[in-house]
């Protein structure tokens, strides 16, 4: 949530009155130790080839998927950049009716080019995984190059994106329906020459914008050829991609993509590390280590003493006429009531 947000609901919570700009300077100090330790790392591994300690474990088969997001900037040169967000998992599991959760995932973001981006994913997976003991690895993505790149940076079978290969091919045919219907048959059996014939012909049929849009569409799938085949491996292992999507609006559109929000990029770089840190459970462990340990923040006397006079003579009388509905409702009889029942009565006591 917004640091103001934060702030307003910190006020309620706990009896220190910290502001959101307070809250903002923290965030920075504890991200920004972390931050500089991740780009030395990966400095250190471009340069050297080296590393760090790895819990070794081993998975067979690996899908890793890739996308971008652009977002706008304030006291920057630009007006936008790119944050770039990769997931890697083991597969993917049924959960409920016609539901499938990620096996293992691991996730990592950041504010860097494709050319550096790969190489801090590594980081990322071994620190989880002996990386040379997986046989088989999919990579998945949008079509853009530097997931591409990926592909060959890992030795990985690349797959286009269905969800984005369909939207473009709605956005280009969508007037065309028999045509649509055709191409997605040729994609379907694997038919390319096919394929491209059938675009070849409509875009000689078409005029204006929409001749545009299919010249584009062609261009699309012939950087993206590789990724229209299916993989033998991958089907029979039952792997497959498409779950970017719904990990970029998690990890990044919902909290930095809204309406007139704009930060600098290492405000940026700070907010993903927050999330991707409590994401792996790891917040805790980066706030209490025994080296380089953020300084505490203090608070000055004379602001704590103000903040317990204000505090003490604040009237309370309402917070004990509440009454507990659940003591005396429907559930009343069913164990958790009863032990609030037997907190009343302490408290009475």
Known sequence: MPFRRSAEILAKAIPLNLSHQTIHRIVARVADIHLE???????????????????????????????????????????????????????????????????????????????????AMTLKLSRRYDLSGTNYMLLGGDGASWIREGAEYFGADYRLCRFH????????????????????????????????????????????????????????????????????????????????????????ARRMKNQGMSRSIQGIRRMLWLRIALYDNKLNDYLYTETDKPESYKLPPKSIRRIIDKHLEQDYTQYFKARVPALTGPHASRPWAEYLKSITRDTMI
């Open 37 to 119: 330790k991740q780009d030395s790392l990966l400095e250190w591994f471009q340069r050297n080839g080296e590393l760090p300690d790895s819990k070794n474990l081993v998975s067979e088969r690996m899908v890793v998927e890739a996308d971008g997001i652009m977002l706008s900037l304030q006291r920057e040169k630009t007006r936008k950049t790119e944050a770039k967000l990769g997931i890697a998992y083991e597969g993917r599991k049924k959960s409920g009716n016609n539901r499938f959760i990620t096996v293992n995932k691991s996730v990592y973001a950041d504010v860097i080019s494709g050319d550096s981006f790969w190489p």
């Open 165 to 252: 290969l369909n939207r473009n091919l709605s956005r280009a045919l969508g007037h065309d329906r028999d045509t649509l219907k055709a191409i997605k048959e040729a994609l379907h059996q694997e038919n390319l020459p096919a394929l491209f014939t059938l675009l070849d012909k409509a875009g000689g049929l078409a005029t204006g914008d929409v001749r545009k849009d299919i010249v584009k569409l062609s261009g699309y799938l012939k950087s993206n050829f590789s990724g229209l085949k299916t993989h033998p491996e991958m089907d029979n292992a039952g792997l497959n991609t498409g779950v970017i999507e719904g990990n970029i609006d998690k990890f990044i």
